[in-house]
């Protein structure tokens, strides 16, 4: 289960394929992602992004990539 405020990196370890975090798929509330200009975000391999968990809005939210 989520918490409210919880943090987490996620960090693309492969060598040829992209990790693609969906915005609002069609899942239940707290699994899915609000995402900045409503559309998906692209994680390249070698590359990091931290999200945090809003409770109020039940929703993933994007914080930084690197």
Excluded: C, K
């Amino acid at each position: 289960a989520s918490g409210d405020g919880q943090g987490v990196w996620v960090i693309n370890t492969r060598t040829a394929n992209n990790v693609i975090l969906a915005h609002e798929t069609t899942s239940t509330a707290a699994n899915r992602f609000t995402l900045p200009a409503a559309s998906n975000h692209t994680i390249a391999p070698g590359e990091a992004a931290f999200i945090w968990y809003d409770g109020t809005t039940d929703r993933w939210r994007l914080m930084t990539r690197y």
